[in-house]
Protein backbone atom coordinates (compact mmCIF):
# COMPACT_ATOMS: atom_id res chain seq x y z
CA UNK A 1 0.00 0.00 0.00
CA UNK A 2 1.44 3.45 -0.61
CA UNK A 3 1.50 6.60 1.04
CA UNK A 4 -1.88 7.97 -0.54
CA UNK A 5 -4.07 4.72 0.32
CA UNK A 6 -2.86 4.07 4.12
CA UNK A 7 -2.59 7.96 4.96
CA UNK A 8 -6.66 8.45 3.12
CA UNK A 9 -7.84 5.79 4.72
CA UNK A 10 -6.98 6.75 8.40
CA UNK A 11 -8.75 10.15 7.54
CA UNK A 12 -11.65 8.80 6.12
CA UNK A 13 -11.86 6.77 9.21
CA UNK A 14 -11.65 9.28 11.13
CA UNK A 15 -13.96 11.34 9.82
CA UNK A 16 -16.64 8.62 10.03
CA UNK A 17 -15.52 8.72 13.62
CA UNK A 18 -16.07 12.33 13.42
CA UNK A 19 -19.63 12.31 11.66
CA UNK A 20 -20.89 9.61 14.26
CA UNK A 21 -19.35 11.77 16.99
CA UNK A 22 -21.16 14.86 15.79
CA UNK A 23 -24.43 12.87 15.06
CA UNK A 24 -24.27 11.97 19.01
CA UNK A 25 -23.64 15.26 20.13
CA UNK A 26 -26.31 16.97 18.52
CA UNK A 27 -29.27 14.39 17.78
CA UNK A 28 -31.54 15.67 20.14
CA UNK A 29 -31.53 19.21 18.72
CA UNK A 30 -34.33 20.23 16.57
CA UNK A 31 -32.88 23.48 15.13
CA UNK A 32 -29.76 24.95 14.02
CA UNK A 33 -26.61 25.55 15.99
CA UNK A 34 -23.36 26.54 14.77
CA UNK A 35 -21.15 24.50 17.20
CA UNK A 36 -22.79 21.40 15.50
CA UNK A 37 -22.18 22.36 12.27
CA UNK A 38 -18.44 22.97 13.18
CA UNK A 39 -18.72 19.29 14.87
CA UNK A 40 -19.41 17.75 11.78
CA UNK A 41 -17.22 19.94 9.46
CA UNK A 42 -13.96 19.73 12.07
CA UNK A 43 -12.48 15.75 11.42
CA UNK A 44 -12.91 16.17 7.30
CA UNK A 45 -11.63 19.62 7.42
CA UNK A 46 -8.24 18.40 9.39
CA UNK A 47 -8.38 15.69 7.00
CA UNK A 48 -7.90 17.96 3.83
CA UNK A 49 -5.33 19.67 5.67
CA UNK A 50 -3.23 16.94 6.50
CA UNK A 51 -3.72 15.52 3.12
CA UNK A 52 -2.28 19.16 1.70
CA UNK A 53 0.52 18.75 4.11
CA UNK A 54 1.81 15.23 3.72
CA UNK A 55 0.71 14.74 0.13
CA UNK A 56 0.80 17.56 -1.77
CA UNK A 57 -0.20 21.27 -1.64
CA UNK A 58 -2.67 21.19 -4.79
CA UNK A 59 -4.85 19.51 -2.60
CA UNK A 60 -6.09 22.93 -1.04
CA UNK A 61 -6.93 24.12 -4.77
CA UNK A 62 -8.65 21.21 -5.25
CA UNK A 63 -10.80 21.72 -2.15
CA UNK A 64 -11.62 25.06 -3.41
CA UNK A 65 -12.32 24.51 -6.83
CA UNK A 66 -14.75 21.57 -5.56
CA UNK A 67 -16.09 23.80 -3.05
CA UNK A 68 -17.52 26.47 -5.96
CA UNK A 69 -18.19 23.80 -8.46
CA UNK A 70 -20.48 21.33 -6.40
CA UNK A 71 -22.23 24.71 -5.04
CA UNK A 72 -23.22 25.97 -8.70
CA UNK A 73 -23.95 22.83 -9.46
CA UNK A 74 -26.18 22.22 -6.45
CA UNK A 75 -27.59 25.80 -7.35
CA UNK A 76 -28.40 25.35 -10.87
CA UNK A 77 -29.98 22.34 -10.27
CA UNK A 78 -32.42 23.23 -7.54
CA UNK A 79 -33.10 25.89 -10.11
CA UNK A 80 -33.71 24.15 -12.98
CA UNK A 81 -35.74 21.31 -10.97
CA UNK A 82 -38.05 24.37 -9.81
CA UNK A 83 -38.44 26.18 -12.91
CA UNK A 84 -39.44 23.15 -14.83
CA UNK A 85 -41.67 21.16 -12.17
CA UNK A 86 -42.26 24.14 -9.98
CA UNK A 87 -41.06 22.16 -6.60
CA UNK A 88 -37.63 22.71 -4.68
CA UNK A 89 -35.70 19.63 -4.43
CA UNK A 90 -34.16 20.58 -0.60
CA UNK A 91 -34.95 23.80 1.64
CA UNK A 92 -32.53 25.88 2.97
CA UNK A 93 -33.15 27.80 6.09
CA UNK A 94 -29.30 29.23 6.79
CA UNK A 95 -27.35 31.52 4.40
CA UNK A 96 -29.29 30.93 1.46
CA UNK A 97 -29.28 31.34 -2.21
CA UNK A 98 -32.36 32.13 -3.16
CA UNK A 99 -33.49 28.60 -1.90
CA UNK A 100 -31.60 26.71 -4.42
CA UNK A 101 -28.08 26.16 -2.24
CA UNK A 102 -26.54 27.42 1.26
CA UNK A 103 -23.69 28.81 1.62
CA UNK A 104 -22.88 26.38 4.75
CA UNK A 105 -22.74 23.78 1.92
CA UNK A 106 -19.32 24.97 0.72
CA UNK A 107 -17.22 23.31 2.54
CA UNK A 108 -19.05 19.82 2.24
CA UNK A 109 -18.66 20.13 -1.51
CA UNK A 110 -15.10 20.32 -1.13
CA UNK A 111 -14.97 17.81 1.42
CA UNK A 112 -16.63 15.08 -1.40
CA UNK A 113 -14.37 16.25 -3.88
CA UNK A 114 -11.31 15.35 -1.77
CA UNK A 115 -12.76 12.56 -1.54
CA UNK A 116 -13.64 11.42 -4.69
CA UNK A 117 -9.86 12.34 -5.76
CA UNK A 118 -8.76 9.87 -2.67
CA UNK A 119 -11.06 7.36 -4.06
CA UNK A 120 -9.82 7.79 -7.62
CA UNK A 121 -6.42 6.80 -6.32
CA UNK A 122 -7.02 4.16 -4.71
CA UNK A 123 -8.51 2.46 -7.66
CA UNK A 124 -5.75 3.73 -9.68
CA UNK A 125 -7.41 6.18 -11.75
Given at each position: ?99 YTSWLSLPFWGIAG ?12
Amino acid sequence: MNKITILGSIIILLDLIGFYLAYLYGRKTKYFLWREYLAILIFPLIGVLAFALLIDIKVLILFIVSSFVGFILEYILGLTYYKTLNKRLWKYDRLNLSGYTSWLSLPFWGIAGVTFWFFAKVVGL
